[in-house]
């Protein structure tokens, strides 16, 4: 059974960029798409956007489009999640989830990942 | 534009619960399937798929939760509330981009 499995917790300062990574661990990604979705503390969840491995194609939500980038090593079985120009309001908990095709189907949730931008 | 109600709910042990999602567009699709699915988030924990399409339960989901609904109108039912079903519910759809997720309704023991 595939587990996918994230970076540890992030703490970055305004202006600067972090990279999220989420492995595939148990297996691969297969033709599975990987989506991004972000929770800020006490609120609700977020769809970032998503990348199908297999083909390298993304789409992102247009709040995110010009400084979100999703990445995929399929030989690595990971895929990353890179947001730049941070501000406090990018303060959150970052997850990936699987999706075997593009149904809405997602599982599993990798843990998530708290990123947490500060001066 | 997905809106969920109510945003709250308590519930006492072995009543119904019922939460309504509501699409601001149709959810069917060209390919005649409907692209709503429900998730639980349970304190501390990532979001677990319940229900996919409507209304196919994921693998180890209780058969008393189910879901209903087509269009824009949809409703996510627990028969009898047990106490491993709090937390919160969303609704998602996945039709168009951006998928969008509903606020949320908070499920709470009584």
């Known amino acids: 059974q595939v587990h996918l499995v994230q970076s540890g917790a992030e703490v970055k300062k305004p202006g600067s960029s972090v990279k999220v990574s989420c492995k595939a661990s148990g297996g691969t990604f297969s033709s599975h798409t990987i989506n991004w979705v972000r929770q800020v503390p006490g609120q609700g969840l977020e769809w970032m ?31 990353y999640m890179e947001l730049s120009s941070l501000t406090s309001e990018d303060t959150a908990v970052y997850y990936c989830a699987s999706d075997p095709g593009t149904q809405g189907r997602f599982d599993p949730w990798g843990q998530g990942t708290l990123v947490t931008v500060s001066s | 534009v997905m809106t969920q109600t109510p945003l709250s709910l308590s519930v006492t042990p072995g ?49 008393r939760v189910s879901g209903s609904g087509s ?38 023991i009584k």
């Open chain 1, 49 to 79: 956007g998503r990348i199908i491995p297999l083909l390298g194609i993304t789409h992102y939500a247009q709040k995110f489009q010009v400084r979100v980038m999703m990445t995929a090593d399929k030989s690595a079985s990971t895929a």
């Open chain 2, 71 to 108: 269009g824009t109108d949809f409703t996510l039912k627990i028969s009898r509330v047990e106490a491993e079903d709090v937390g919160v519910y969303y609704c998602m759809q996945t039709v168009q981009l951006p998928l969008t997720f509903g606020g949320g309704t908070k499920v709470e």
């Open chain 2, 15 to 63: 009543q119904p619960a019922s939460i309504s999602c509501r699409s601001s567009q149709s959810l069917l699709h060209a390919d005649g399937k409907t692209y709503l699915s429900w998730y639980l988030q349970k304190p501390g924990q990532p979001p677990q798929l319940l229900l996919y399409e409507v209304s196919n339960r994921f693998s180890g989901v209780p058969d």
